[in-house]
């Protein structure tokens, strides 16, 4: 049977909460329906907190979510921003995307739930106090304390302690985290903190806070059993509902973490994890013995509990309809406890069970991935009832809109209902992940909507809820609207239905470098979120900045078409800064949004939405020399930097490099951690020795620290982990004649301004005498670091060893950043180009 309607109304509002959005309906087997069964009957929660995506520990999580059977979460302070990228190019809030998504993935495999802060990560910090300042300390604190209110942990559990470890090392976001967690946990249930959370929630008091203490390279041993306060759980069991131990769980969830490369191996047997007590309760045996987890707990509650425990001994597992009946009553039962917050916890899992028992079958699928508001939206969909259990479908309401379909069509056993419905779309935001439609902080992201702090990711653009009566009694939930397609190899493929502009424009390059006074191209593509668009596309430029065409008309027949166009910019005399701003007109209307689609497969496709604009740098910059070769070590973008400047870049594979291969060239440079990443550079060390030796320049970026470090330079030199994490931390000139300092770029206090993340990495403490150290600088408190730019003459030419961050600096467009590193390749560069030109292109 077939029921069509047509509707108009407004955006969906968001609830706050928590749900985690599996675009594909879940399909329970019994035995997974059993495993919610026994969940059913325990009233206890518990939330892991720590500071990034990975942090968590998998095991403890699905030990607590399956064998416990708590309300478990993982409460994170960050999305990962500042991390690597192993899986693509995205960077900062793309990877956040990506690793929110990540984590999403992780908690559907080990059973918990996911929440967020909104700090920043603004990468690596030596010390919680500079976190707390870039974080705004205070506001971090307020969602700490929301989510704890929210969720109302029985017992928090952090990954970090407040302290350093033993090696005197501490990772300012992991620490403070544990910090928070010791704030929060004393001040979450005073009234007096927080008040406008109120509105919403209750103060609350979690039971008891521990540290989850590790050892991980000798650092924290755990095992402290026999002392007070400490608590040793043997949480690798098996589970023989899931089929797999904990730790496989685990593994499985640890490996969703594709972008960090965390794949893991699961382990059986017993793995002990230990728990130090820090504040609240003191148990003496067990970090839950003093906490009621039965339905006692809640006023009403102790009959819940016996007929959940009837309808648990009494589920067959061949026919799990059975027991609907049973559930039915115990659904109404919860629906009418006093205690807001457990009859909304234990209501959604009770009809989740209920749905699982019936074999109901819901979905609503839009026929394009995205739409435009005043697009109509064609939607089909079907509801199927797999059991005997009398079902009716009374109403199928889209949530926002006004109630449209009211089929009151029984649900007859593996008989498929069919559904469609067309939408006229009207007043809805774009689907612009929430915390990224307003600008960030460096160390904080804006989000205004109190009830929208610390979800994971937007509720579904839309919603349907459908309304029915089993065995007479009534019953709803409600389903996403998404995209579903079928793919050749990976057959039925889902994607969240996306809300965009109607046209977009995408700057191609990100950022554009202009050495002198010549004009530069820059590319725009206008695309269109719909048919038939037409306007036009200009840019906006600094004020002494000029462009040229100021316009361009645009015209795209099919949704997806692209116009591209292209603009010549000129700089002005002088060295400035700023951003060339794209935008496109249409029906009257200006728009400035680019369109990014991240799809890895092993993630839902994500749609964003980012400014469209690319930064523009007018650099006074001289320079020597044309040729570089460049080894790419664990991927940087520093060859396209240096082509802008208008370097020949050569990417040169370390099998074929021989003294004679390189000698032409200018420079060669060394990408970062080469030395940690490429096994052959121990082999060509001679080759580049002799090339330095016979005139020419060779410059070594940062590599981390090793125990069989091979000798990088001419001469011997340490790496240790030294590290300067404020970018803007006085950087003082150590040999201010030297030619890096002096030419053929001055250089000055005023090109250390502007850097971003850190001034760098892996410095070298101790060196031969035969080095020059340039520059010096340190974190406030810190004893100076002197070798981070270290350089020598060798032979007939010259080995730089650097572990200030040029692979960040270059490709963001520090000026200062290229004025240095032009200073650097430059060294010895007092032969005609024309010789290495002509040598260089016959090669």
């Given amino acids: 049977m077939r029921l069509t309607t047509r509707v108009t109304g407004a955006l969906l509002l968001f609830c706050f909460t928590s749900i985690l959005y599996a675009q594909a309906p879940e399909k329970p087997n019994a035995a997974e329906l059993k495993q919610a069964l026994n969940k059913l009957e325990v009233l206890g929660s518990v939330m892991y907190l ?358 009151y069509q029984p649900l007859k056993n593996n008989e498929r209902f069919d559904v469609t419905a067309d939408l006229v779309l009207t007043e809805n935001k774009i689907s612009q992940p929430y915390w990224l439609e307003k600008e960030a902080s460096l160390g904080m992201y804006t989000v205004e909507n109190q009830l929208m702090r610390g979800l994971p990711e937007n509720s579904p653009t839309i919603e349907a809820t459908f309304n029915f009566k089993i065995e007479g009694k009534p019953y709803s939930f409600s389903v996403p609207v998404v995209h579903k397609t079928n793919d050749r190899v990976d057959g039925e493929v889902y994607r969240p239905f996306v809300i965009t502009p109607p046209v977009f424009v995408n700057t191609q390059q990100s950022v554009l470098i202009f050495p002198d006074k010549e004009t530069k191209q820059i590319d725009v593509t206008v695309i269109a979120g719909k048919d038939d668009v037409s306007g036009k596309v200009s840019l906006s430029l600094p004020a002494g900045w000029k462009v040229s065409p100021e316009s361009l008309d645009y015209s795209i027949a099919k949704k997806g078409g692209e116009f591209r166009a292209e603009f010549q910019v000129l700089p002005p005399a002088g060295a400035s800064e700023g951003f060339a701003k794209a935008q496109v007109t249409y029906e009257g209307k200006t728009y400035n949004k680019g369109l990014k689609i991240i799809d890895y497969g092993y993630i839902p496709t994500q749609t964003i939405f980012p400014e469209s604009q690319a930064k523009i740098v007018k650099l006074d910059l001289k320079r020597k020399g044309q040729f570089v070769g460049y080894i790419m070590g664990s991927g940087d973008a520093v060859p396209e930097a240096l082509e802008q400047i208008g370097y020949n870049v050569t990417l040169l594979d370390p099998e074929n490099i021989t003294t004679e291969s390189i000698a032409d060239y200018d420079a060669v440079i060394i990408g970062v951690r080469a030395y940690n990443t490429i096994d052959r550079m121990r082999v060509i060390q001679p080759e580049l020795m002799d090339y330095v030796k016979e005139g020419g320049t060779l410059i070594a970026q940062y590599n981390t620290s090793m125990s069989n470090q091979p000798q990088i330079g001419p001469y011997p030199f340490s790496i240790s982990r030294d590290r300067i994490t404020k970018e803007e931390a006085e950087v003082r000139i150590l040999a201010p004649d030297h030619p890096i300092i002096d030419g053929p770029n001055k250089v000055t206090s005023k090109d250390f301004e502007g850097w971003v993340q850190e001034r760098g990495l892996y410095f070298p403490n101790q060196w031969d005498d035969r080095y020059t150290a340039v520059l010096s600088a340190n974190d406030p408190g810190e004893s100076p670091k002197n070798g981070g730019l270290l350089v020598t003459k060798y032979g007939e030419g010259y080995f730089v060893y650097s572990g200030y961050s040029w692979f960040r600096e270059l490709p963001a467009g520090v000026p200062g950043a290229f004025r240095i590193f032009t200073n650097m390749i430059s060294l010895g560069q007092d032969k005609p180009n024309s010789t290495s030109l002509k040598s260089v292109e016959n090669k």
Avoid: C
């Fill in 50 to 407: 720590a500071a990034h995506p990975d942090d968590e520990n998998t095991r403890l999580i699905a030990y607590m979510a399956n064998e416990k059977m708590l309300r478990t979460a993982y409460l994170a302070m960050t999305r990962g921003d500042g991390g690597q990228n192993l899986v693509g190019t995205e960077i900062r809030e793309l990877l956040g995307i990506i690793r929110t998504q990540e984590l999403l993935a992780a908690r559907r495999t080990d059973g918990g739930e996911q929440f967020f802060t909104r700090a920043n990560d603004f990468g690596y910090s030596k010390d919680p106090d500079e976190t707390f300042e870039i974080w705004e300390g205070e506001d971090v604190l307020s969602d700490v304390v929301w989510n704890i209110r929210r969720f109302r942990p029985d017992v928090i559990i952090t990954r970090f302690d407040t302290t350093r470890d033993d090696s005197g090392r501490m990772h300012g976001h992991h620490t403070a985290s544990a910090i928070l967690a010791q704030r929060a946990f004393d001040i979450a249930a005073d009234p007096k903190v927080f008040p406008e959370q109120l509105k919403y929630v209750k103060p609350w008091q979690p039971k008891g806070l521990y540290w989850n203490t590790y050892n991980f390279g000798g650092r924290f041993t755990s095992s402290h059993e026999d002392q007070p306060g400490y608590f040793a759980i043997d949480l690798n069991q098996y589970n023989p509902l899931l089929g797999k131990s904990y730790d496989e769980i685990s593994a499985l969830s640890r490996s969703q973490h594709k972008s960090q490369g965390f794949g893991s191996t699961g382990r059986r047997g017993n793995i002990p994890e230990y728990l130090r007590h820090w504040k609240g309760d003191l148990p003496k045996n067990d970090v839950f013995e003093n906490i009621d987890q039965t339905w006692a707990r809640v006023e009403g509650g102790k009959e819940i509990g016996e007929l959940i425990k009837n309808a648990n001994e009494n589920f067959d597992i061949q026919n799990p309809s059975a027991s609907v009946a049973e559930l039915l009553v115990i659904r109404e039962k919860i629906s009418a406890l006093k205690d807001e917050y457990w009859r909304e916890v234990k209501g959604a899992e009770v009809d989740g069970i209920i749905k699982g028992a019936l074999g109901l079958y819901v979905e609503l699928i839009a026929s394009d991935y995205s739409a435009v508001n005043g697009q109509t939206l064609n939607i089909y969909g079907e509801a199927i009832n797999r059991s005997d259990a009398n079902v009716e479908l009374e109403t199928i309401s889209f949530n926002g809109y006004d109630v449209v379909l009211k089929p």
